[in-house]
């Protein structure tokens, strides 16, 4: 068996799901605190444990009986970690896998390799981004097509639709021909124009970055966010330069930097207030958009005292706002908090609370494909830590069809598809298997 060199909260889940632990149990087992553990299920391969837990991940996987060793490499294999076997049960104790249709046991793990190696399950085929990262580092060409101010103005606002509805490949394609077009825009612009441009030049690379990281490009995103701060900082527009903040913060993120993440969440969001006095719809659903974003870093740090306050904070935002709308391209409202309360109650491993606070969302506010989507890839993530595999299924079917590119395309929501096809039992499995190929994730 090759040597784990680094271990990955996701190396981590599969040795936790091949002794068949629980969050609890594998937390104890270890010396570690539960809510580590439930952070590793929760973030897969971007948190990487501290030294002393990499230090006892090694002894407990060399004291691992061959069993579990050969499982451990099954699951590594396929590129899954098992996200929760047995997480947040509400028995609290290990998991014990049975089978309804009886190959259970040592026959079972046979039979349910033979089954993995013949799917071979992957990841779907990734949107070619390669023409829009040559147009990202190199905006300027001799055939850029050249728009007027209003012209541009809407090709960025029907960026920001599109990647709302999730239709990324639909983004990337604008997005390659937008970005050449910038500095004619800029050259042609006076007067008041020049400020304007910088505004949208700055949610330009808010989209890229946004596409970027949804396709997994996490480098690349970090670029195009600091492309959009600065224009942002051009323009002198508070509001702009918070909601620039957002890309970054969500860019700091996706390259595992929370605790910055949540520094700039929470300096930006103070700026905006001081700037501004919040005396405007947009300067308020930035203001709580930002603070969302910080609380999700927060929880992604076991940080629970600065998430449940960022939330706060976000509640009285959205009070203050009175409704449900997409300000500034943010789709903050009351709605939208308690969307991100489910994916904080899920990032800290209570796969029990983002459930119940699901229950309680009314779907018909829910407008945005982007965000209803995320909603139900939450409620597929939640099902499978709590070992309920075929309403985390139905809940990800359900994803599919508000956003079919929302599977396809984003490597994270592909993990859980892998998940529930490894761990699920049956004619479940059976199920996953087939809808991990609906979907068009690769075999």
Request: hydrophobic fraction near 45%; glycine fraction near 8%; proline fraction near 4%.
């Amino acid at each position: 068996m090759a040597p784990v060199t680094t271990w990955t909260g996701q190396d981590a889940n599969a040795l936790r799901n091949a002794l068949r632990m629980s969050v609890t149990a594998f937390a104890e087992h270890l010396g570690a605190a539960r809510r580590t553990v439930a952070k590793w299920s929760s973030q897969g391969d971007n948190v990487l444990p501290r030294a002393d837990m990499q230090a006892a991940l090694d002894t407990v996987l060399a004291r691992a009986t061959p069993e579990v060793r050969e499982r451990f490499e099954a699951l590594r294999a396929v590129g899954t970690s098992g996200a929760a076997v047995g997480a947040a049960r509400p028995d609290g104790g290990a998991y014990a896998d049975t089978d309804r249709d009886g190959d259970s046991g040592s026959d079972g793990d046979v039979r349910r390799r033979d089954l993995l190696r013949g799917a071979a399950i992957g990841v779907a085929a990734a949107p070619n981004v390669a023409p829009l990262l040559d147009a990202l580092l190199s905006p300027a060409r001799p055939d850029a097509a050249v728009l007027s101010m209003p012209q541009f103005t809407q090709a960025v606002a029907a960026a920001k639709v599109d990647y709302q509805a999730c239709r990324y490949e639909r983004v990337l394609d604008r997005l390659v021909t937008l970005l050449p077009s910038l500095e004619p825009v800029k050259s042609g612009a006076e007067g008041d124009q020049r400020p304007r441009v910088e505004v949208l030049a700055a949610d330009m690379y808010h989209v890229v970055g946004s596409v970027l990281l949804k396709v997994g490009d996490r480098g690349m995103a970090l670029v195009a966010a600091e492309r959009s701060t600065h224009a942002a900082a051009r323009s002198q527009d508070p509001v702009a330069i918070a909601t620039s903040a957002r890309i970054m913060t969500h860019a700091l993120m996706g390259s595992g930097h929370d605790d910055q993440a949540v520094t700039l969440a929470a300096n930006a969001a103070g700026s905006l207030d001081r700037d501004t006095r919040l005396t405007s719809t947009d300067a308020v659903a930035v203001y709580g958009a930002l603070v969302l974003r910080g609380a999700i870093a927060a929880a992604r740090r076991d940080d629970r005292d600065t998430a449940n306050a960022m939330l706060d904070e976000a509640t009285d935002a959205a009070t203050r706002l009175g409704y449900d709308g997409n300000d500034r391209w943010t789709g903050f409202g009351a709605t939208n908090v308690l969307l991100h309360r489910i994916h904080v109650a899920l990032t800290l491993g209570d796969a029990g609370t983002a459930i119940a606070i699901a229950r309680t969302v009314p779907l018909d506010k829910v407008r945005l494909a982007e965000r209803r989507a995320s909603l139900y890839v939450d409620v597929a993530r939640a099902y499978t830590q709590w070992g309920r595999y075929e309403h985390g299924l139905s809940a990800l079917r359900t994803a599919y069809e508000v956003a079919p590119e929302e599977i396809r395309c984003r490597p994270a929501v592909q993990r859980i598809a892998g998940d529930l096809a490894m761990l699920a039992t049956g004619s479940v499995r059976t199920a996953a298997v087939g809808f991990a190929r609906s979907a068009g994730i690769q075999w």
